[in-house]
């Protein structure tokens, strides 16, 4: 089963550098990326800015459409307000079938801010012993996960300051 994490960045570029980091663990075989998106909100800015890490073609579109699904929910909805509460709602609630409650959405709405970036990480088969030293310089927070609590609480305990 794949593991999905949200890492939140105190600055917009922190998710990117995890990523390229990530990818280089991943040549490695250190972990298997499934799929991977990044929000980027510089300072300034109105709105994030939203990626994909992989291509949107082939077996990526069904990824592509979820990440899409779930920025548009957790950035974009709120901007429209009440027009669009009735259709906010439903898109929520098809994610709630993959795992992504309102909970989910509320915390990472709250946390990921203007000046800030986050990664959104599916994977498998992670070395932890190897990957958490390779981003620990990182000023990174774990936002969700679906890990045991268990295995949450030890990724907590690795990144605290």
Do not use: C, Y
Request: charged fraction near 20%.
């Amino acid at each position: 089963m794949a593991t999905l994490t949200v890492w939140k960045f105190d600055d917009a570029e922190g998710a990117e550098r995890v990523k390229a980091k990530l990818e280089g663990l991943e040549k490695q075989e250190l972990i298997n990326i499934v799929d991977v998106a990044m929000v980027s909100w510089p300072d300034g800015r109105k709105k994030p800015k939203t990626r994909q890490g992989f291509s949107t073609t082939a077996a990526g579109a069904a990824s592509g459409s979820l990440w899409g699904l779930l920025f548009g929910v957790i950035f974009f909805v709120p901007l429209f307000g009440a027009l669009v509460g009735a259709a906010a709602g439903a898109l929520s609630g098809s994610l709630t079938d993959i795992g992504i409650d309102d909970d989910f959405i509320s915390s990472v709405r709250d946390q990921v801010t203007e000046g800030t970036s986050a990664l959104f990480l599916m994977s498998t088969d992670a070395v932890l012993d190897r990957v958490l030293p390779a981003v620990a310089g990182e000023d990174m927070e774990l936002i969700t996960t679906n890990l045991s609590g268990v295995d949450e609480a030890t990724l907590r305990e690795f990144f605290a300051h």
